[in-house]
Nanobody
Framework: QVHLLESGGGSVQTGGSLRLSCADSGYTISGNSMAWFRQAPGKERVGVSCIGRDCEDPYYSNSAKGRFTMSIGSAKNTFHLPMQRLDIDDTATYIC???????????????????WGQGTQVTVSS
C-alpha cells in the first residue's frame, strides 16, 4: 500500500520555525517527483517546493525561497520541509504529494496519478 503522511505542523509565533515531514508507507518516493503544497482557508492550493524524480535541486515558490528548505531523507522514503522565519501568511494546511512525472512543477496538473497526503496544519500568529 502507498500512502503519504505529513507530520511536523503546529502553532508558532511569527519568526518561528517548523520542520514538516512526509513519509511514504512504501518505497515509492524513489523515482518520483515530490512536492509540498499549501492551502489557506478560502484560498487555492498552491505549490511551495518540489524536487523532480531525478533528485535535482529543489524548486521553491517566491514566498518560500530563502526561508524553506526541501530535502529527501536518507532512507528515500521521506522528504522534509524545514521552515524558518514564519509569518502569518504561512498559515495553511501543508500537503505533500508524489508523482512519477519528471517535472515536479506539474504535479497534480498533468494527468499522472498523484498521491496526496492528508495535510498537516501550520498556524502562525503574532
Amino acid at each position: 500500500q502507498v500512502h503519504l503522511l505529513e507530520s511536523g505542523g503546529g502553532s508558532v509565533q511569527t519568526g518561528g520555525s517548523l520542520r514538516l515531514s512526509c513519509a511514504d508507507s512504501g518505497y515509492t518516493i524513489s523515482g518520483n517527483s515530490m512536492a509540498w503544497f499549501r492551502q489557506a482557508p478560502g484560498k487555492e492550493r498552491v505549490g511551495v517546493s518540489c524536487i523532480g524524480r531525478d533528485c535535482e535541486d529543489p524548486y521553491y515558490s517566491n514566498s518560500a525561497k530563502g526561508r524553506f528548505t526541501m530535502s529527501i531523507g536518507s532512507a528515500k522514503n521521506t522528504f522534509h520541509l524545514p521552515m524558518q522565519r514564519l509569518d502569518i501568511d504561512d498559515t495553511a494546511t501543508y500537503i505533500c504529494a508524489v508523482e512519477r512525472a519528471p517535472n515536479c512543477r506539474l504535479i497534480g496538473n498533468n494527468g499522472y496519478t498523484t498521491y496526496w497526503g492528508q495535510g498537516t496544519q501550520v498556524t502562525v500568529s503574532s
